[in-house]
């Protein structure tokens, strides 16, 4: 028996020295991990939106840290999912430097089909979600999470279709002039083509007309469409719009007229 | 008596720097930079501490004595609850404002330390068992009337 508690006495001594040094070292090692973020970049191919968050991650410890994961959620104010991102590294060795670049993509024709097209039309706040997950020294899960918002402002903001006049043209045909105008509080340089449909009580198209747009940032756009309707203009009942523009085509937005 | 008690006082005074002052003194320093981070642990080391002086006096004062293995069982099954108190079970969960209206979650996972820590305490407890149950054994060994080697008739 004195054997076993002197073999039991020295297990514990040693198991307590290498868990105070390994209690150290890993604290040491957590405080050298430097993060490092470069200037976030934002560009778009065709419809998609990216954006680049460059960072340079430091791990100056003795210590790996594996299954380093960067997660972005974008979500509407509704919470409904706009965009989804993943960054992940297997491993990043102790005393090593890497470069990790974590982008978000947004398709803004996929956001204008689905049910997230009030974002085109009305500014929102949007809610970012960004967690990290890694595991320091093999041993320590780790997550941290960040919960933010910012502000959404929408191509089409304001849409305002105003009261609309007509003018005879022949016995057939009336022409209609319809007061039409939004602004775009987007960051994005929205060109394209306004096409509208008018609807009599019957549900039938009785016109169409359109009208082009170049509007910049924080710009107003207002204009007259000019519409040629044929029959009675007291059976017009509601005009239906569709936007076309390098990023997107949405339609139709259905707008009862009085 | 008097040795006892003087070895017991140099022992907690030696506890005292090793288990008080070293660690209050790191955990101020790290404070400094992170204070919403480590100003809950100041709280942790004092308790971690006088549990620590309190059980190395008491059992210094009663060495000697059942009441020495006792103490030392005692000690042990308190430091296991400690550990998992103050690593709230293993998981351990922070929530920082660092701008307004901005918060970050922090999760830990330290179940494997915790175990780990668990481990090592339960070993000194099975010690502290073996060297009761051996104490209490010489101690019977010793009430017992020595045999005499008998005379030849």
């Not at chain 1, 006495?9 to 050298?32: D, N």
């Not at chain 2, 830990?108 to 915790?114: F, G």
Request: charged share 15%.
């Amino acid at each position: 028996m004195k054997q076993t508690v002197r073999a039991l006495t020295w297990a514990t001594s040693v198991f307590w020295i290498i868990l105070l040094l390994f209690t150290v070292t890993v604290a040491y090692s957590a405080l050298q991990i430097r993060p490092s973020f470069s200037e976030p970049s934002v560009s778009n191919s065709g419809d998609v939106l990216t954006a680049s968050l460059p960072m340079i991650l430091y791990n100056g410890g003795f210590y790996d840290i594996s299954k380093f994961n960067i997660t972005t959620l974008i979500k509407d104010h509704r919470g409904q999912t706009i965009s989804c991102s993943s960054t992940f590294v297997p491993i990043i060795n102790g005393g090593a430097n890497t470069t990790i670049t974590h982008t978000m993509s947004l398709s803004i024709e996929q956001a204008a089909i689905g049910n997230l097209s009030h974002l085109l039309f009305n500014d929102s706040e949007l809610n970012v979600e960004a967690a990290v997950r890694l595991v320091y020294a093999r041993a320590f899960p780790i997550e941290i999470s960040l919960n933010l918002s910012m502000p959404w402002g929408a191509p089409f903001a304001n849409l305002t279709v105003g009261n609309i006049s007509t003018r005879p043209l022949n016995l057939t045909h009336v022409r209609v002039l319809l007061p039409l105008s939004f602004e775009n509080h987007s960051f994005l340089e929205m060109n394209g083509t306004v096409r509208l449909e008018i609807a009599d009580q019957s549900n039938h198209i009785v016109g169409n007309g359109s009208t082009g747009f170049m509007l910049s940032p924080e710009n107003r756009f207002e204009t007259v469409v000019e519409v040629l309707v044929s029959g009675d203009p007291s059976n017009i009942r509601e005009a239906h719009f569709y936007f076309q523009t390098a990023f997107f085509d949405y339609g139709p937005l259905v707008i009862a007229l009085v | 008596m008097l040795p006892r008690v003087t070895k017991a006082l140099v022992k907690g005074l030696l506890y005292l720097v090793l288990f008080y002052a070293l660690p209050m003194f790191l955990v101020r320093q790290v404070s400094g930079f992170a204070p919403q981070l480590f100003a809950d642990y100041e709280q942790l080391v004092t308790l971690f501490a006088a549990v620590v002086i309190f059980f190395a006096v008491a059992t210094e004062l009663t060495s000697g004595t059942i009441y020495q293995h006792a103490l030392n069982i005692g000690k042990a099954l308190i430091l296991i609850i400690f550990f998992v108190l103050a690593l709230d079970g293993g998981i351990m969960k922070l929530d920082l404002n660092i701008m307004e209206g901005q918060r970050v979650g922090i999760v830990a996972d330290l179940r494997v330390y915790l175990m780990m820590l668990v481990a090592i305490d339960l070993l000194g407890l099975a010690k502290s068992v073996l060297q009761t149950v051996k104490f209490l054994s010489d101690k019977t060994e010793k009430q017992m009337p020595q045999l005499q080697p008998q005379e030849d008739l």
